[in-house]
């Protein structure tokens, strides 16, 4: 396997820059104080940080998953971990770019679910069809839930449940819906009370 060092590098920086770097500081404290996990999913729509992650995450997910890696002609002779190599540093990017996307720090650890950086990571990890199906209906029951939280938990079950049912289940969908959660765990981890999201008015 070959690594093509500018393409990783550049998707990998991309999907590492933690988001806050593009939120004022009056934002960020506003996000550190607040205690509750309301998934305002409309207002979300407006706030172009939002919209940022999703386009970077697509981007960036796209290039390490179809471009930054290249095998010989003989690759599929591969043995041991250089035969899922690709995978690995796949999923080592996508957990760290993740980790720096959730956890944020001001006087104190605070934690921010980032839905449309999962997004773009969704779609470049799943079939398609339980992508789209457990982030539409995962997003209107959690808004309808208003709790961001379940909206992730419902996404990962979902995601899950249609790639079963669909025929659509791989190693990397089964990945996704761990992915899906980390957020949650991010939380419990850094004593985080709740995730927070971001939204119009807050960027």
Partial sequence: MIIDWPIFIAATVALLLPVTIFISGETKSRLADRH????????????????????????????????????????????????????ILFCAVAFTGLLLQTVHRRGFFYCLAPVFYLWGLTFIMSHWIPAVFALVFGTLIGRMMDNVEAKLVISMALLLATGY??????????????????????????KSTSLGFLAAGRG
């Fill in 36 to 87: 509750v996990h309301r998934f305002r999913f409309e207002l979300g729509l407006v706030a172009w940080q939002n919209w940022l992650d999703l386009g970077r995450a697509l981007a960036g997910f796209y290039l390490l998953r179809e471009m930054a890696f290249v095998f010989e002609a003989n690759g599929e002779n591969l043995e041991g971990v250089d035969r899922y190599m690709d995978s």
């Fill in 165 to 190: 049912l669909t025929g659509h289940m791989t190693f990397l969908l089964i990945l996704n819906g761990g992915f899906l959660l980390a957020p949650i765990v991010f939380g419990w981890i850094f």
